[in-house]
């Protein structure tokens, strides 16, 4: 990952960490909690692709993992966010900017039911019986629920930022190498078209003096 992807990744990671552990996890909603860590996993995976967006889910799900008051398994949300975040690079649009908003919407509600699946999942090998106490059904209900009314207000700002940020390295358009390539450019065009004219001109003063030369 470049340099200005990793900058952008660490920032939003930290500051949706930081929002999700004093605000969010302290509203007592019913089921599930919104997950900003999740929207910031999945602005960025449909942003950079499915190898930034497993990058980027493992870093979120780790430090997550680590950061009081964590209380399962370190790597366990690692895991979950590493392949959410990959299975969401993979519906990234071709032109790099989603069409409508139903796209990056219903991405939003397949990670919720997919993080929440595999959370429990990971959860039952491990022996943490949690998911089984509160209910499957309601977890999955309220998880999709509140991250489909938190992504209007997180998603498209990700989106724009990361694409804000995005330089494109092959186009050569930014930048003091791009400056060289387009001088080099230039002063070669400019080399070939004044070779061609010169030889042009010699080309034509030899075939006068051969036509003279001829009728003499």
């Known amino acids: 990952m ?27 909603l019913p089921g599930a909690v919104p997950d900003l860590l999740l929207m910031v996993v999945l602005g960025l995976a449909l942003t950079y692709g499915h190898t930034g967006g497993a990058l980027v ?9 680590l950061a009081p008051p964590a209380d399962h398994a370190v790597g366990r949300y690692a895991l979950v966010l590493c ?9 990234k649009p071709e032109s790099g900017q989603p ?25 039952a090998l491990v022996g943490d019986t949690a998911a089984r106490q509160v209910g499957l059904a309601k977890l999955l209900f309220t998880a999709t629920l509140y991250d489909l009314l938190l992504a209007p ?13 995005e330089h494109d390295p092959v186009s050569g358009d930014t930048g003091p190498s791009g400056d060289l390539y387009r001088g080099l450019g230039t ?6 078209r004044a070779r061609g004219g010169l030889l042009g001109r010699v080309g034509s003063q030899r075939g006068g003096f051969l036509g003279r030369s001829a009728k003499r």
């Open 57 to 65: 889910g493992f870093a979120a799900g780790l430090l997550a993992d």
């Open 2 to 28: 470049r340099l200005n992807r990793v900058l952008l990744s660490a920032v939003l990671i930290v500051v949706a960490l930081v929002v999700q552990v004093s605000v969010l996890a302290r509203l007592q």
């Open 99 to 123: 069409r409508t908003a139903a796209g990056p919407m219903l991405v939003v509600a397949a990670a919720a039911l997919a993080s929440t699946l595999l959370y429990a999942g990971v959860g």
């Open 153 to 165: 207000f997180t998603v498209p700002w990700i989106l724009a930022l990361a694409r804000k940020l």
């Open 83 to 91: 392949v959410v975040g990959y299975l969401a690079g993979l519906a």
């Open 187 to 192: 002063g070669i065009s400019g080399f070939g």
